[in-house]
């Protein structure tokens, strides 16, 4: 059987640690399991652990008072969240996890968090290499939010999320509007301008990209 210390090694933000650094986090990690649609993290409770994802997926979001939820990071295997949240002073969690499917995590409080910044420089660095890479995606979902229309922004998640040609069934329209910043009918109306285009064409269980080409033309509006 695995070890704790074997198991965190297989994550990749940490698969370059020293075993010097590797067992100190494995003894304060906590191994915890979710099902798709759990809540991790709430917005706005006390921020107490930071989380790093050894399987499955994780939706980061917030919502507006009215309830809208803009999707703020998709991440999976190897990435870390409120990991900058933990770093602030009496802190609060900055926004809602869920589970999106079958998710394996483990969690570090955060006084050991930061006893192993303090104590383990190849842990720092990988953490902060990671929060180099968060802070990239919300550059560019700023960017996307404030520069691009919503045609260039389903574009953009369309291009991101294809897998062999095709954005699978697991994402309905309202979740789509949630990564774009939009809303369900805004999401509708223009995958239909995008399928009478030529771009993309809906079928049943999927939505197939026929022209690569003219979505990241799209990109550019």
């Known amino acids: 059987m695995e070890t704790t210390a074997q198991?965190?090694?297989?994550?990749?933000?940490?698969?370059d640690l020293p075993d010097g650094e590797i067992n100190p986090l494995a003894e304060v990690a906590i191994r915890r399991t979710y099902r798709p649609g759990e809540i991790v993290i709430f917005e706005?409770?006390?921020c107490q652990e930071v989380y790093f994802i050894l399987q499955g997926r994780v939706h980061i979001y917030r919502l507006s008072f009215a309830g809208r939820r803009q999707i703020l990071a998709r991440l999976g295997p190897g990435q870390a969240f409120n990991t900058a949240v933990?770093?602030?002073s009496n802190s609060t969690n900055s926004a809602t996890a869920e589970a999106v499917s079958p998710l394996t995590l483990y969690a570090?409080?955060?006084?050991?968090?930061h006893r192993l910044l303090a104590e383990c420089p190849a842990f720092t660095l990988a953490v902060l290499?990671?929060?180099?890479?968060r802070l990239g995606h919300l550059n560019d979902l700023v960017a996307d939010l404030s520069l691009r229309t919503v045609r260039g922004r389903l574009a953009r998640f369309l291009l991101?999320?294809?897998e062999m040609d095709t954005v699978?069934?697991?994402w309905t329209q309202d979740e789509i509007a949630a990564c774009v910043g939009t809303v369900r009918d805004m999401v509708g109306r223009t995958l239909r301008a995008f399928a009478d285009a030529g771009l993309v064409k809906m079928e049943r269980q999927r939505i197939v990209l026929l022209d690569r080409?003219?979505?990241?033309?799209e990109l550019q509006r």
């Open 7 to 15: 198991t965190v090694h297989r994550i990749p933000i940490f698969s």
């Open 44 to 46: 706005g409770d006390p």
């Open 86 to 88: 933990s770093l602030r």
């Open 108 to 113: 570090v409080p955060n006084a050991d968090f």
């Open 129 to 133: 290499r990671d929060l180099a890479a």
């Open 160 to 162: 991101e999320s294809a």
């Open 168 to 170: 699978t069934s697991r």
């Open 213 to 217: 080409e003219g979505l990241e033309a």
